[in-house]
T-cell receptor, first 115, second 111 residues
Framework: GAVVSQHPSRVICKSGTSVKIECRSL??????MFWYRQFPKQSLMLMAT?????????EQGVEKDKFLINHASLTLSTLTVTSAHPEDSSFYIC???????????FGPGTRLTVL | SQKIEQNSEALNIQEGKTATLTCNYT??????LQWYRQDPGRGPVFLLL?????KEKRKERLKVTFDTTLKQSLFHITASQPADSATYLC??????????FGAGTRLTVKP
C-alpha cells in the first residue's frame, strides 16, 4: 500500500520559535496533501488542503500566516508553525492521495509540545 | 449543519465476541463512508471503504454496512482479539478532498 512518512515524530520547542514538519509520500506521487490537527481524545480536524504547485486552501478558523504550508513537489509537503505558543501543542497528522485512490493515506503524526 | 457522529466514546467487549461500532451522519448524503483504525500516538490506518450504492463490504474479520435510509454505517469485528483494541474512526466524503471524521470509538477487547 501507499506509504506516507512524517518528520519529526516528536518536537519540543520554546514559545515564540517556529517549527517545520515534513510530510512525504514514499511510493506514489501525491497530487493532494492534507494537514490535520488532533487534540487528545478528539477527532482529526482538517486544517488545510494543498495541491502540488498551488497555494493551500485553509479551513475556516485556521490562520494561514501562522500555519504555513508548502507543497513544492509531488512527494513533499511542509507545515511550518510560526511563532508557536503553548496552545499550538497538538498532534499534527498529514495525509496524501492522488486521483486514482478513494482513500487518503496518513502519516504517523508529529507530536508538537510548545513550552 | 452537517454532522458525522460516533455515538459511543468507548466500547469494552470480551475476546471472541463481535464488536459493533456505529457511525451516523445528518444533514448531508456522503458518497462514501470509510473506517480507519488509530493506535495511540499514531496516524489513522485505512481499513474499509463503502459506497452509497453498496449495502455491505467485507474484509477478513471486518464488515461494514451503509444504510442510506437510517443514515448510518455499522462496523463489525468478528471473533475479536485483544490486538483489535484501538480507536476506530469513521469518515464520510463526497470525494477524496472532502473528508469529515467522527470523534472515534475506543474499543477495548479483554482476554
Amino acid at each position: 500500500g501507499a506509504v506516507v512518512s512524517q518528520h519529526p515524530s516528536r518536537v519540543i520547542c520554546k514559545s515564540g520559535t517556529s517549527v517545520k514538519i515534513e510530510c512525504r509520500s514514499l511510493d506514489f506521487q501525491a497530487t493532494t496533501m492534507f494537514w490535520y490537527r488532533q487534540f487528545p481524545k478528539q477527532s482529526l480536524m482538517l486544517m488545510a488542503t494543498s495541491n502540488e504547485g498551488s497555494k493551500a486552501t485553509y479551513e475556516q478558523g485556521v490562520e494561514k500566516d501562522k500555519f504555513l504550508i508548502n507543497h513544492a513537489s509531488l512527494t513533499l509537503s511542509t507545515l511550518t508553525v510560526t511563532s508557536a505558543h503553548p496552545e499550538d501543542s497538538s498532534f499534527y497528522i498529514c495525509s496524501a492521495t492522488d486521483y486514482s485512490y478513494n482513500e487518503q493515506f496518513f502519516g504517523p503524526g508529529t507530536r508538537l509540545t510548545v513550552l | 449543519s452537517q454532522k458525522i457522529e460516533q455515538n459511543s466514546e468507548a466500547l469494552n467487549i470480551q475476546e471472541g465476541k463481535t464488536a459493533t461500532l456505529t457511525c451516523n451522519y445528518t444533514n448531508y448524503s456522503p458518497a462514501y463512508l470509510q473506517w480507519y483504525r488509530q493506535d495511540p500516538g499514531r496516524g489513522p490506518v485505512f481499513l474499509l471503504l463503502i459506497r452509497e450504492n453498496e449495502k455491505e463490504k467485507r474484509k477478513e474479520r471486518l464488515k461494514v454496512t451503509f444504510d442510506t435510509t437510517l443514515k448510518q454505517s455499522l462496523f463489525h469485528i468478528t471473533a475479536s482479539q485483544p490486538a483489535d483494541s484501538a480507536t476506530y474512526l469513521c469518515a464520510s466524503s463526497y470525494n477524496n478532498n472532502d473528508m469529515r471524521f467522527g470523534a472515534g470509538t475506543r474499543l477495548t477487547v479483554k482476554p
